[in-house]
């Protein structure tokens, strides 16, 4: 739902780092609406602002830390 804002956010990754790093962005319509020190800052100001599910919060930081997750299992298949 939110697919384009978020391509948007990382086809322009380098230069928003520069401007916001380590800040929280929310992003409408590519292109940032506010950013903020917190999560939960961001996305209560946002709900006040917005419809939910149209915006996207996005941590602006380098590489891919900020929006990818490894997840690992001890279980073993036999």
Not at 13 to 34: A, C, E, M, P, S
Not at 40 to 62: M, N, V, W
Request: aromatic share 16%; charged share 30%.
């Amino acid at each position: 739902m939110l697919n384009k804002e978020f391509k948007w956010y990382l086809d322009h990754q380098d230069d928003l780092v520069k401007k916001y790093n380590h800040k929280f962005l929310v992003i409408i319509d590519n292109r940032v609406v506010g950013d903020y020190d917190t999560y939960d800052e961001a996305h209560t100001e946002s709900c006040r602002k917005y419809d939910p599910g149209t915006f996207l919060i996005q941590e602006c930081t380098e590489g891919e830390g900020a929006y990818t997750q490894t997840f690992h299992s001890r279980v073993r298949f036999y």
